[in-house]
């Protein structure tokens, strides 16, 4: 078996030192773009560390500084005042921490996977451009489905910063998340209900966020 110089460094620390994911830089090797220096015959592949910091050294100016990213999020426009507040929050936590943050915020249904701002911040997260996604609460993200944003912000290599959670507040109970997600459903479907202009339809809808409601605080 040849021996394997020592100036050879594995994926994850290559990756380390380009400021990028472990995927990405395997997507490079695959698609020409930075290949590995040698393949093992197990097919572990090594990148030479002395390559990579020349490389950084004659190009400083391509070392990305990767974002941190806090983004909040309202279900209606009459929630415009909590919406400052989440962007508030956010924006304070950071700067105490050291944090450069831009912000990123929408508007719509925890339920609507088509926002702009949650577009852009899928674009981001996929261009390996953010460092740290910060959130007040998981479900401003998505109410359902953010674990699969968690998911790829764990193959970028991106930390994910939840501020109730840093704060030490308490969970809500199953029952208090279930009542929430009854009343997201509720909130997305009386849309097409109420444009119907039906009586019966407005009043079905309200026996339904009451009787969530009253789950809620149970």
Known sequence: MPRVSTDLI????AAKLLGVSKSTLGRWHENGKFVADFVTPGGDRRWSKSRIMAMRSENPDKDR????????????SEQKDD??????MLVQFCAARGWSCETITDVGSGMNYNKRGLRKLLHL???DDVERL????????????AELVFAICE??????????????ETEPSFEEELAQDVLEI??????????ARSRKNRKMIDAMKS????????
């Open 186 to 195: 509720v909130t997305v479907f009386s849309a097409r209900l109420y444009g």
């Open 155 to 168: 193959e970028r290599s991106v930390e994910v910063v939840i501020i109730n959670r840093s704060y030490g």
């Open 134 to 145: 910060v959130l007040t609460h998981k479900d401003r993200l998505l109410r359902f489905g």
């Open 65 to 76: 500084e990767r974002r941190t990213i806090a983004y909040a999020r309202v279900s209606t």
């Open 83 to 88: 919406l400052v507040r989440q962007e508030n």
């Open 10 to 13: 594995k994926i994850s620390e």
């Open 125 to 127: 997260l996929l261009e």
């Open 211 to 218: 009787a969530a409601a009253d789950t809620g605080a149970e």
